[in-house]
């Protein structure tokens, strides 16, 4: 079951730092695997306990934790979350919560679309010149929905555009 948890452990010791080796974790990532995993419930488990936990079972002057120091804040933990069974039975259904977790990236950034943004972000509602700068579907048109591009394909000054041939004095 040890080898399991060891997995998860490093899976999210790695999580966000390329240059973490996956032996040691941080709190924040600490943090994380409680809260992805299922252990910290808001009720028994807060966040506040996480962090007590995470810097007691961390060396003085450490800002990480070795897999046999988290396997010292889980027992902790276990008892916190399953109160009246024993360390050993509490550590095991801790281990079951974390069986094959990953860091979770679902849903960590979402578009925000609430009061006056979504006013904003529909092209439909603009007017003026604004509403030049996007097509029928409401795609922007580029340079040429912020500039006024003129066509410059005549080469004499009485040019007046392609198929208008004025003759002067021809009569």
Do not use: W
């Not at 399953?82 to 849903?107: R, V």
């Not at 580029?142 to 080469?155: C, K, L, P």
């Amino acid at each position: 079951m040890a080898s399991e948890a060891e997995r998860t452990f490093q899976r999210f010791a790695v999580f966000g730092g390329s240059s973490s080796s996956g032996t040691e974790m941080n709190n924040k990532n600490f943090s994380k695997l409680c809260k992805d995993c299922g252990i910290m419930d808001d009720k028994k488990v807060t966040s506040t306990d996480v962090d007590i936990v995470f810097s007691k079972v961390k060396a003085k002057n450490a800002r990480t934790i070795t897999f046999q120091q988290f396997q010292e804040a889980m027992k902790e933990l276990g008892q916190k979350q399953f109160k009246g069974k024993s360390p050993d039975e509490a550590l095991e259904n801790i281990y079951k919560l974390m069986e094959g977790k990953e860091p979770a990236t679902t849903g960590v950034t979402k578009a925000v679309t609430v009061g006056g943004v979504s006013h904003l972000t529909d092209t439909s509602k603009y007017t003026g010149t604004h509403k030049e700068r996007f097509d029928q579907s409401g795609k922007g048109k580029g340079i040429a929905g912020r500039e006024d591009v003129t066509d410059n394909s005549g080469y004499v000054s009485g040019y007046k555009g392609a198929g208008t041939y004025d003759k002067k004095g021809s009569n």
